[in-house]
């Protein structure tokens, strides 16, 4: 749009200087109303509308006075009456499949923290992505809130069809993945394979030899990420990772028990275990407290994600530090960036990178 054009459309409405008077104003018992916003400043409620909603068609003087007005008033726009104006709530979901429950309470504060003086409110959808018809359950959820986007979370934002589903309804959407899924304009990716494989490679640095590995369900494609990584890592250095070595636990603290106890009845027993969260790593702790080992003496324990449990374990848990509230923010930022998704070429992917904690559930094992 030429400037001569882009000029052309500035509502030209300039201050009124027959406004009413402070000292006249009154509004009963009623809130400040956008009427009474536009009636003071001698405007319409049109171009108070576009200052509420950040268009720049308003002359600069007049934005400067309606703005000044709202804060003196503390004016506050009503969110389902914009909703209607824009055939969307102020809405966004926050859509999620039984994560642990400090994982979902540190990706809300990420997601709000991004939100904040936006205008925007936060809604959570647990859902259960083994039923077949979760993801009409989540169709129903977006139409009826009249989101204006949504955040999956995984393991929800692996599936393909669920996303399909959100661009058909013309829905904006961000996935949290460990890889690319989509457009980067719609991902936030976690790089869990190279995490998994730093936890390899520091352990073979340590001097093991006779590895264990809990994975989380095969259906999750943080699971496959991490367990992969651990094993390509492990054959870098030298070091075979048989499938009698891997147990496929449900990332709950008793499928870390359960397969703590069938790793540490192996012969030769590991001498280290990689659980795929804190919450199985904890399970770890469990079996072997049980069965009479220390750790670390004993048995290096390993865990990812780094949640508050990993520091109230005792000893602390080594493990690999995952940046959720980041990963929250970095999300809730990307539904809010309008470029982003309606220009999706040459958009640089969003990325975090988890890393190691080292604290005193490991050590090199003894001779």
């Known amino acids: 749009?030429?400037?001569?054009?882009?000029?052309?459309?500035?509502?030209?409405?300039?201050?009124?200087?027959?406004?009413?008077?402070?000292?006249?104003?009154?509004?009963?018992?009623?809130?400040?109303?956008?009427?009474?916003?536009?009636r003071?400043?001698?405007?319409?409620?049109?171009?108070?509308?576009?200052?509420?909603?950040?268009?720049?068609?308003?002359?600069?003087?007049?934005r400067d006075k309606i703005k000044a007005l709202m804060t003196e008033l503390n004016y506050t726009p009503d969110?389902?009456?914009?909703?209607?104006?824009?055939?969307?709530?102020?809405?966004?979901?926050?859509?999620?499949?039984?994560?642990?429950?400090?994982?979902?309470?540190?990706?809300?504060?990420?997601?709000?923290?991004?939100?904040?003086?936006?205008?925007?409110?936060?809604?959570?959808?647990?859902c259960d992505s083994k039923r077949a018809d979760y993801i009409?359950?989540?169709?129903?959820?977006?139409?009826?809130?009249?989101?204006?986007?949504v955040i999956l979370i995984p393991r929800v934002s692996e599936d393909q069809a669920?996303?399909?589903?959100?661009?058909?309804?013309?829905?904006?959407?961000?996935?949290?993945?460990?890889?690319?899924?989509?457009d980067a304009s719609r991902m936030v990716m976690t790089h869990d394979r190279r995490a998994g494989s730093e936890v390899a490679e520091y352990l073979e640095s340590l001097g093991h030899r006779y590895v264990g590995l809990i994975t989380g369900p095969k259906r999750y494609r943080s699971s496959i990420e991490r367990g992969g990584g651990f094993r390509d890592g492990l054959a870098r250095r030298g070091i075979a990772l048989t499938d009698e070595a891997v147990y496929e636990g449900g990332y709950t603290f008793e499928s870390g028990v359960a397969g703590a106890e069938a790793l540490?009845?192996?012969?030769?027993?590991?001498?280290?275990?990689f659980a795929c969260n804190d919450e199985m790593a904890a399970g770890v702790y469990k079996a072997a407290q049980r069965m009479g080992l220390s750790i670390p003496?004993?048995?290096?324990?390993?865990?990812?994600?780094?949640?508050?449990?990993?520091?109230?374990?005792?000893?602390?848990?080594?493990?690999?530090?995952?940046?959720?509230?980041?990963?929250?923010?970095?999300?809730?930022s990307l539904v809010l960036t309008k470029d982003r998704q309606s220009n999706p070429e040459g958009n640089a992917a969003i990325t975090v990178s988890p890393h190691l904690v080292i604290r005193d559930s490991s050590q090199p094992p003894r001779e």
């Open 79 to 126: 969110p389902q009456a914009r909703g209607l104006a824009f055939r969307h709530s102020f809405l966004i979901g926050l859509v999620f499949d039984n994560p642990t429950a400090q994982y979902i309470v540190n990706m809300q504060y990420g997601v709000l923290d991004a939100l904040r003086d936006s205008g925007f409110e936060l809604v959570v959808h647990p």
């Open 136 to 149: 009409d359950g989540i169709r129903h959820f977006v139409q009826r809130q009249k989101l204006y986007a």
């Open 264 to 273: 540490l009845r192996r012969e030769p027993r590991p001498t280290a275990i």
């Open 40 to 62: 003071l400043t001698g405007v319409s409620k049109k171009t108070v509308s576009r200052v509420i909603n950040g268009s720049e068609l308003v002359h600069p003087e007049t």
């Open 1 to 38: 749009m030429s400037r001569r054009t882009r000029m052309a459309t500035i509502d030209p409405t300039p201050p009124d200087a027959r406004a009413e008077p402070i000292a006249a104003r009154s509004f009963g018992s009623g809130a400040t109303t956008i009427s009474d916003i536009a």
């Open 297 to 332: 003496g004993d048995l290096t324990v390993i865990g990812y994600d780094d949640s508050p449990l990993a520091s109230q374990l005792w000893p602390p848990l080594t493990t690999i530090h995952l940046p959720v509230r980041e990963i929250g923010r970095q999300a809730a």
């Open 162 to 182: 669920l996303a399909e589903m959100l661009q058909d309804l013309g829905v904006r959407y961000v996935r949290i993945a460990s890889v690319a899924l989509d």
